[in-house]
């Protein structure tokens, strides 16, 4: 398995619109810096995946025929964004796997073009191929799944987005080794805030769940701010991530 990172900002994304902070301004000198849609990129015997699709220029990203299936934490706009154009395309259809939710997202059940919804049952895995994918039920204001994907010996989750975890999915990724948590972590520490979590939250679940490796997504530019004040802060396995980055196999 393979994991890229596409994006690994908030809704808003950095640079933010106005905002003339210190990440904010860096991110508009240097494109490395952005943070722009929290999405992930996932390889696996000879198809590719994406985990959302929030990115706008999936339809040059991917040419057709390239795109495999598409797995949905949720139906929020920063994370089916990039499916309003993508829809219209031509060729066989793509199949998007996601929680069951009566109001999606604007139109897109209605006009669904070549995308294909398969609403999928929490705890109850399903294969993509010789991929074992299990939904996890998340703590947001949606309804929302994390995905732990299985390949061999292997097994890594996503999870975003999410204010903690709910005992029966935490149960679950507990139950054996991680080789990769990616987590929701859109805050500093002691910015409580309803359905993500801080940095505090995030050290605490990767304490307790204790992967080989965690790292950090959906960041907001106040916590990217806080990074860049306190360089060191992270613990050893436990990264931020950036977009673009591969972020398995761990290097
Ligand atoms: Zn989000
Ligand atoms: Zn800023
Ligand atoms: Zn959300």
Known sequence: MRLR????GDAAGMPLY???CEACDAASDSPVLRRTACSAQLEIGGRTYLLDAGQM?????????SLDGI???HFHVDHVQGLFHLRWGVGADIPVYCPEDEEGCADLYKHPGMLCFHPQQAFVPFMLDKLQVTPLPLNHSKPTFGYLMMWQRERIAYLTDTKGLPSK???LLGSDKLDLMVLDCSHLPGCDRPGHNNLDDALVWHNIIAPRQTVLTHIGHDLDIWLKANPRVLPDGVLAGHDEQLVYPIS
Do not use: H, I, V, Y
Request: with cysteine; glycine share 18%; charged share 10%.
């Open 57 to 65: 220029s999936l339809t040059q990203r991917f040419p057709s025929g």
């Open 169 to 171: 999915t935490a149960e």
């Open 71 to 73: 797995l949905l934490t």
């Open 18 to 20: 106005g905002c003339g």
């Open 5 to 8: 990172l596409l994006g690994s």
